[in-house]
């Protein structure tokens, strides 16, 4: 039991940072201002998987100096299976007559799990990159995600228009959000962090500078994004390089110490995000609620389901 007082301020981000992710998968405030759903679920709620994927990558410079890499692969592995049978009505009776059409699921994940099968092989590929100097990695790391930028960009455009099945390769989500082009970059920058030292390095004045400067970068790049194409997707921006890595350094720049289980709490993250999606399968089911209505509704009950979901971890390992 952990009982003495420590700085928690980054696991309540990973809270805040998965309930966000239900707000923008539930599309909060689109039936009541469409610039306004747009900036926030299709803007800024979305640098939650940034600065998911930068935390990951904070912590794997531990896993890879104590010779953890087995350990870790065997637990992002599991978690993977585990959730993708849990979701498997879902992704295999819509295509079960034509088995072909289950091998991208599989490979990329189902709905939100493409998170899990990036984190795998963005991590296993940085382990196998992690001598590199931090120079190179950082370099690779905003090289890949600006290539995976360009292609959701060419895609949001409809710059290329012909040949048909380069078309279709393009508009495939999975092509620009994966484990090369979004989690690899976020894994490394939040490496070089941890290796480096740098969250130890800012003031808090310099963190705040920061922040802001960011965030008014984040907010204005999605209010660009929604003037000239406000029915575009957008996983990644070009923000998201700056906002993600400060978020983590702010949580060790601020403190909010608390005698809070912080394991308790990564769980609890960890738990409203695999589960949400399922929460929003059986609202819709049984009644029809607006987006904002729908938001409020799924992260009550997915904070319901997330609790029990910690209790039955304790028995079944692997699940969380």
């Known amino acids: ?13 990973k809270v805040i940072a998965a309930v966000l992710v ?19 679920c299709n803007g800024v709620f979305r640098i939650t998987i940034p600065l998911f994927f930068t935390v990951n990558g904070f912590f794997l410079y531990t896993v890879f100096q104590n010779d953890l890499i087995k350990t870790w692969i065997k637990r992002i592995g599991l978690l993977y299976v585990i959730w993708m049978l849990i979701f498997s ?11 072909l059409r289950m091998i991208p699921t599989v490979l990329f994940g189902f709905n ?8 795998f092989l963005g991590g296993f590929l940085l ?23 360009t292609i959701q960009t060419l895609s949001n455009f409809d710059v290329i228009t012909s040949p048909s099945i380069l078309v279709k390769l393009i508009d495939f989500p999975p092509i620009h959000r ?26 808090k004045t310099q963190t705040i500078t920061l922040l802001t400067i960011c965030f008014a970068f984040l907010i204005t790049e999605s209010t660009l994004n929604y003037l000239v194409n406000s029915d575009g997707s957008f996983n990644m921006s070009i923000s998201f390089l700056l ?23 990564s769980s609890y993250s960890i738990a409203l995000y695999l589960t949400h999606p399922l929460i929003i ?6 009644v029809k609620l607006q987006s904002t209505s729908l938001t409020f509704t799924t992260i009550l009950l997915s904070g319901i389901v997330s609790c029990l979901l910690i209790l039955l971890n304790k028995k079944f390992k692997y699940i969380l």
């Open 1 to 13: 039991m952990q009982t003495a007082s420590r700085n928690i301020l980054l696991d309540f981000f």
């Open 22 to 40: 239900i707000a923008a998968h539930c599309g909060f405030l689109f039936d009541y201002n469409k610039m306004a759903y747009h900036i926030t």
């Open 89 to 99: 009505y879902y992704w295999i009776i819509p295509v079960y007559e034509n088995p």
């Open 112 to 119: 939100h799990l493409w998170y899990l099968a990036a984190l």
């Open 127 to 149: 382990y196998k990159l992690r001598k590199l100097s931090n120079t190179v990695l950082l370099s690779i790391a905003v090289v890949v995600y600006c290539i995976g930028y």
């Open 178 to 203: 994966n484990f090369a082009f979004f989690a690899l970059p976020f894994l490394s920058i939040g490496y070089v962090i941890r290796r480096t030292n740098f969250h130890l390095k800012l003031s």
């Open 243 to 265: 906002a993600g890595p400060i978020l983590l350094i702010a949580a060790f720049s601020f403190k909010v110490t608390s005698r809070v289980n912080s394991k308790l709490l």
């Open 281 to 286: 399968i059986l609202v819709n089911s049984f």
